[in-house]
């Protein structure tokens, strides 16, 4: 009994060993990933740029679909953390709308390629199954944000109307997208653009800045 108590013990240590090492490696290889996008993914390039052997790569992620999705979502649970944080500690409704703008701002921003490598995915779920259930789970827990953001702004005294958190979801994200693409193309001003049309929805839809 104590020898499989020990074996068990000896499992689990392994498994969270090499669970820390994925996401090591998923750490080390997402700016890489971010910067080639799907169609231009090597293991042999990403290893080299991540500075370990293509060998390690292999040991520890079956495919380069493997790793990418870690990577997106290592990616995205920092983005959807930080964002339901931001919405936790808001006091104030033209606190909140503001620090949602430029939280959204300043990650697309910043971000850009971090971003776009996940609609990338995203898009390769459409014809791979193997990438549904990652794209599945991070939309959820996208949709859960905007659930939490509703429940904030009720807490507010302000009235949300008929707003379902898929439906805000959908509106932020296509403008998301939208000024992703313009600031990828260097268009000046897209930053900026995107921040006062985070705001004007807020104010379109809950009658506040």
Not at 9 to 28: N, V, W
Not at 54 to 83: M, N, P, Q, R
Not at 97 to 108: E, K, N, P, R, S
Request: net charge neutral; charged share 25%; aromatic share 10%.
């Amino acid at each position: 009994m104590e020898n499989s108590k020990a074996a068990i013990s000896q499992i689990r240590k392994a498994s969270h060993k090499s669970a820390e090492k994925r996401r090591e490696l998923a750490q080390h290889a997402i700016t890489s990933l971010s910067e080639l996008g799907f169609a231009r993914i090597n293991l042999r390039d990403v290893a080299q740029r991540s500075g370990v052997s293509l060998g390690v790569i292999h040991y520890y992620f079956e495919s380069k679909t493997d790793l990418l999705i870690c990577c997106v979502g290592l990616y995205k649970e920092d983005f959807i953390a930080g964002l339901t944080d931001l919405i936790a500690q808001a006091r104030k409704v033209d606190k909140l709308a503001a620090g949602v703008a430029d939280y959204l701002a300043d990650t697309v921003d910043r971000h850009a390629h971090f971003h776009r490598l996940w609609y990338d995915v995203r898009a390769q779920a459409q014809f791979d199954q193997a990438f549904q259930p990652a794209v599945d789970e991070v939309e959820r827990a996208l949709t859960e944000v905007f659930r939490a953001l509703l429940a904030k702004l009720q807490e507010l005294q302000i009235d949300c109307g008929e707003h379902d958190p898929l439906r805000l979801y959908i509106l932020i994200d296509g403008w998301f997208r939208h000024f992703l693409q313009r600031r990828l193309m260097n268009e000046s001003g897209a930053i900026d653009a995107f921040r006062n049309r985070v705001l004007a929805e807020f104010a379109a839809a809950f009658g506040t800045i």
